[in-house]
């Protein structure tokens, strides 16, 4: 059965600790983006309405959050922390699952370690025992399971409970056996979510944080989960998503990380826009266009990218990151995507909002054909003065191809989490992450 194979990895993996060096690096980079996106969205919705929601167990337990400089149980600090983490959708993505790990398994796997007091080789361990059960599991439901569900609520449940059995059990294929067995079947997040300003998507990546937690401590104290939960005629992957291709999850399990593949975002909205921004951007820079002198933008992305962004007149900060025709109007007349092109004034700039009535969106079925593997887009503009230019983006800056070297993820991490933390603090942090493990994790000054 496969939740064996899954639970014999992990088991051996969190028993053994030796991560390869590549691996260890590749996990601090994934810590250092997490806090990245999780700082500055604990200034705002819903990270704030979720700490007054649970004031009566804030300033208990050990687990601690990030940003607001106060600890609460661990299962209550998943799910405020996971919902942060995933707000200003700056969060990772393994793009073959359609899938952000780091917010739902890194979230869980921190309030675990704080609650354990473990090491910083520990929680990196637990925190690759997620990644890669999860990472594969949602490459295997694809690209079906994308239609409804939102893989970071669904399969960021399995991935959380393996990171937090890792943490309470090392070595243990039993516990992590059933750990994963009770989250599959509380794995929930709605498509839906997406189309609205309402704050569910992001509580998402909590409840599967949260999840986690609940399902490995169970597991731990000895709960047990059902063993063909995954496969069966009525399991996981038969609801969500029809069909479970075995060979992508088990295939290099062990051996070949997907940790190490992993897009770190560039742009501060939803990742099926990037290629086109990248065009864009491409285009610009190559030809010195002005954005006044464009007579008009055609984008051609697949499918999904339109049915998650193709709003065309966003009147909020969350509907401006799903609008595909914004972020590139945007970034044409600003030069980026960063978080301040979501404020009230960028939003409603009138020559934005010019240059995006003249742009055409439309679907292009090779570039559908190839998703999830590539989010490609291929834009072209034309000029005032007739001139043509057009630049295809297969991949997205950030994305295993082409990903951000250490020092933009470094410049990234400086940018959002200074304005937080203030420059010591944040630096201190930074140097932490980067020797992670020469650390206890209640050392790290996460405030």
């Known amino acids: 059965m496969l939740i064996h194979e899954l639970a014999q990895y992990g ?8 991560l390869t060096a590549p691996v260890r690096h590749h996990t601090k980079r994934a810590v250092l983006d997490w806090l990245a996106a999780l700082y500055p969205g604990a200034r705002m919705s819903p990270g704030v309405e979720l700490v007054r929601a649970h004031a009566d167990e804030v300033g208990a337990g050990h687990a601690r959050l990030p940003g607001f400089g106060t600890t609460t149980f661990p299962a209550t600090a998943a799910w405020i922390n996971g919902s942060v983490s995933h707000t200003v959708e700056f969060d990772d993505i393994f793009r073959d699952g359609v899938y952000h790990p780091g917010c739902p398994v890194i ?6 370690a704080d609650t354990r007091d473990c090491s910083g080789l520990d929680f990196m361990t637990a925190i690759v025992v997620g990644y890669e059960i999860s990472t594969r599991l949602s490459a295997a439901v694809q690209p079906a399971h994308y239609r409804y569900f939102h893989t970071t609520g669904t399969v960021g449940s399995i991935g959380a409970a393996a990171a937090v059995a890792a ?15 009770t989250a599959a079947t509380f794995a929930a997040g709605l498509q839906q979510a997406f189309r609205s300003d309402a704050m569910t998507k992001a509580l998402h990546a909590g409840h599967a944080a ?20 995954l496969e069966g005629e009525t399991g996981f992957a038969a609801a969500l998503g029809g069909s479970l291709n075995l060979s992508l999850v088990t295939a290099g399990l062990g051996t070949d990380y997907n940790i190490t593949r992993i897009t770190q975002k560039n742009h501060g909205c939803c990742g099926h826009t990037f290629a086109s ?17 464009i007579a008009s933008i055609k ?20 509907e401006g990151k799903f609008s595909l ?14 978080l301040d092109a979501f404020n009230s004034e960028r939003l409603n700039d009138k020559a934005t909002r010019a240059l995006m009535k003249k742009i055409n969106v439309a679907a292009d079925d090779s570039l559908t054909a ?9 834009v072209t503009i034309e000029m005032n003065n007739g001139k043509r230019h057009e630049h295809y983006a297969q991949d997205r800056k950030g994305d295993p191809e082409c990903p951000l070297s250490d020092q933009e993820l470094n410049d990234k991490y400086d940018e959002l989490v200074t304005p937080v933390l203030g420059s010591a603090h944040a630096v201190e942090l930074k140097s932490q992450v980067w020797s992670l493990e020469d650390w206890q994790v209640r050392q790290l000054s996460l405030r």
Not at 210 to 229: E, K
Not at 305 to 317: E, Y
Not at 370 to 378: C, E, I, K, N
């Open 11 to 18: 088991a051996r993996e969190s028993g053994e600790r030796t």
């Open 210 to 229: 949260a999840v986690g937690i609940r399902s490995g401590t169970a597991a731990a104290a000895g709960v047990t989960g059902v063993a063909d939960i």
């Open 370 to 378: 190839a998703f999830p593997r590539h989010r490609s887009a291929r």
């Open 299 to 318: 984008i051609a992305t697949y499918q999904t990218a339109i049915n998650v962004t193709g709003n065309a007149d966003p009147r909020t900060a969350f």
């Open 277 to 293: 921004i990248d065009a864009a951007l491409a285009l610009q820079q190559a030809h010195g266009i002005r954005a006044d002198d």
């Open 167 to 181: 943490l309470y059990a090392p070595g243990d294929q039993s516990v992590m056996q059933h750990a994963i067995a």
């Open 325 to 338: 025709p914004y972020v590139v109007a945007h970034a044409l007349r600003q030069g980026s995507v960063r």
């Open 107 to 112: 979230s869980a796997a921190l309030a675990a």
